[in-house]
């Protein structure tokens, strides 16, 4: 099966790393800065479950695409949605398929429109990496699942041959048959974790010790009754878990929206915070903290256009 890694950044180069390691056909849809590194530098992987440096991996720039490939893996942030579509256009035919780990919903909508419904799949992954200045991945935590599914939930031949494909990578692969309802639970988690934190500019420890702890579980309620509005109400044990993580004293734990907020780059506000709003029914239109936090992310990004046309 030949996979189109979209980016060789924390996400792309991370699980495409992990699957050419594994001996499957690799390659990487990169810009020329990125194709210089990667030439120079090679991808290099530092992580808990074992380093991996992988000298001059495939890579291609959009013009030289030439063929369709089997898959076609997307991780780039939901703002730059738009370009990432042309840029992988080229490598799309007739039974091409299209992973993307983007976070929330919207872009599912937006990859059809472009591409057709029958070539999306569902799919998100629970990892968290970054790029270090020479362009080396770093695993941040303890996880790296992948999961992937039809959006139907169907057990069908294509989920089969990526299942086959996935089990000998280094990371955690999982075909699912209910994989919308998986998405809209990260979903609600990383809305209320960007929210609550960014809003407050603070770890979740540093929330829980100024007594804050409701404003982070009320603003969980809130994005989960959004859920519930749309035929996806969070799982006991999904609710348990981001509980958990969004109440936990002392923990370091902030959203990467706060963290993109600190050094002044764009965030994914619309499609994470604003969309979610968007999907809440007519019957209830409250969500009073998440509607504040949303806010707030919207006065951020008015600040960041006005001074960057000075």
């Known amino acids: 099966m030949r996979f189109l890694i979209v980016g060789a950044g924390a996400l792309g180069g ?28 090679g991808l290099v992987v530092k992580s808990c479950f074992g380093d991996l440096a992988l000298p001059k991996p ?23 949605l738009p370009q990432t579509m042309e840029s992988f256009a080229p490598a799309v035919g007739p039974d091409t398929l299209i992973l993307p780990l983007l976070n929330g919903m919207r872009h599912l909508d937006d990859l059809a429109r472009r591409f057709g419904q029958e070539h999306v799949l569902g799919a998100q992954c629970m990892i968290s990496a970054a790029l270090d200045p020479d362009g080396a991945i770093l695993h941040l935590n303890d996880t790296h699942g992948l999961s992937f599914g039809e959006l139907d939930g169907s057990d069908s031949d294509r ?28 979903w609600v988690f990383i809305a209320a974790a960007a929210g609550i934190t960014s809003l407050m500019r603070a770890t979740v420890g540093d929330i829980v010790s100024a007594g804050a702890v409701d404003l982070a579980t009320g603003i969980l309620e809130e994005c989960g009754a ?19 993580i969004l109440t936990k004293a002392g923990s370091p734990m902030t959203a990467s929206m706060l963290k993109d907020i ?38 951020y990004l008015a600040k960041q256009a006005r001074e960057s046309a000075v």
């Not at 495939?58 to 730059?80: M, Q, W």
């Not at 989920?159 to 998986?182: H, M, P, T, V, Y």
């Open 226 to 244: 959004i859920a519930s509005q749309n035929g996806f109400a969070p799982r006991a044990a999904a609710t348990g878990r981001a509980r958990s």
């Open 159 to 186: 989920i089969n041959i990526l299942k086959a494909a996935f089990c000998n990578a280094r990371f955690e692969a999982n075909a699912s048959s209910n994989i919308l309802q998986e998405m809209w639970e990260k």
């Open 262 to 299: 600190e050094r002044g780059a764009p965030i994914e506000a619309d499609h994470i915070l604003g969309d979610l709003l968007d999907r809440r029914s007519e019957k209830n239109q409250s969500a009073p903290l998440l509607r504040i936090a949303y806010a707030h992310l919207k006065v």
């Open 58 to 80: 495939p890579h291609v720039l959009t013009e030289n695409i030439r063929s369709p490939f089997d898959a076609v893996i997307v991780g780039c942030k939901a703002y730059d």
């Open 14 to 41: 991370y699980f495409g790393g992990r699957l050419l390691e594994a001996g499957q056909d690799v390659t990487f849809l990169v810009r020329p800065r990125r194709a210089s590194q990667l030439e120079k530098n």
